[in-house]
């Protein structure tokens, strides 16, 4: 079966500290991977997308990037946190544009960050 | 672009009583449709999806939704709700299978006795 695992799941940061949170998919070839940011209130945003090794957009403009150096790891970073950039971030897969799929997000557990 | 509109924010019902969520959203053509539940801290269980066939769909842990094109929404409902259902409840929608999904804002269910 697959399993997607992301961490870490709980992070306190500094203004102006760097980024990194992962997230790898078990149990699948490849398949389309995301990042989403929730904070209160606004629902869950889409910041990225990759459906393959080394290709990534970009929804929103921000201070945060991804890279997919793997077909199952999906990185994302900043070089310089801000305030705004604290909230719940949630890695997600679905099956990919080789394989039949309804389209449905697997979620991880999401990353907490609190920037201070 | 595509939207999705959650109305409700917030929802209480009573233990045992009828539960409806709304969903609308903004697309031209018949979209994929999901509803995705959240407990507290942890990440998003997929309820039920609809993409084509019958516009009633049954999902997950008593849930059911249906699907109206001409009103283009598409409700979540159970007929008793449970204290374990209090969660944060999302619709979501998608171009296609291929496609990102769209995400509502959310309507939190807490349930009292």
């Known amino acids: 079966s697959q399993t997607i695992h992301q961490w870490p799941a709980t992070l306190v940061q500094p203004v102006g500290s760097p980024l990194s949170l992962e997230c790898t998919v078990e149990?699948?070839?490849?398949?389309?991977l995301y990042w989403y940011r929730q904070a209160a209130g606004r629902g869950l945003q889409l910041l990225f997308y990759?459906?393959?090794?080394?290709?990534i957009s970009s929804e929103v403009p921000q201070n945060l990037s991804a890279s997919r150096p793997q077909d199952r790891q999906f990185i994302l970073s900043s070089k310089k946190l801000l305030l705004s950039d604290s909230g719940f971030y949630l890695c997600?897969?679905?099956?990919?544009?080789?394989?039949?799929?309804?389209?449905?997000?697997?979620f991880g557990e999401g990353s907490r960050l609190t920037v201070l | 672009a595509q939207s999705v509109t959650q109305p409700d924010i917030h929802i209480t019902v009573s233990e045992g009583a009828s539960l409806e969520l709304r969903c609308n959203y903004s697309?031209?053509?018949?979209?994929?449709l999901f509803w995705y539940v959240q407990s507290p801290g942890q990440g998003l269980q997929l309820l039920l999806k609809?993409?084509?066939?019958?516009?009633l769909v049954q999902g997950i842990k008593g849930f059911e939704a249906e699907f109206k094109r001409s009103q283009s929404s598409f409700n979540l409902r159970k007929p008793s709700v449970h204290w374990s259902d209090a969660a944060e409840y999302f619709c979501?929608?998608?171009?296609?299978?291929?496609?990102?999904?769209?995400f509502g804002k959310g309507t939190r269910l807490s349930v009292i006795a």
């Open positions: 997600a897969w679905s099956t990919g544009l080789a394989g039949k799929t309804t389209g449905e997000l697997f």
């Open positions: 149990g699948t070839s490849n398949p389309n």
């Open positions: 990759s459906v393959g090794i080394g290709q």
């Open positions: 697309y031209g053509a018949t979209p994929y």
């Open positions: 609809y993409f084509s066939g019958d516009t």
């Open positions: 979501a929608v998608a171009l296609s299978g291929n496609t990102p999904l769209v």
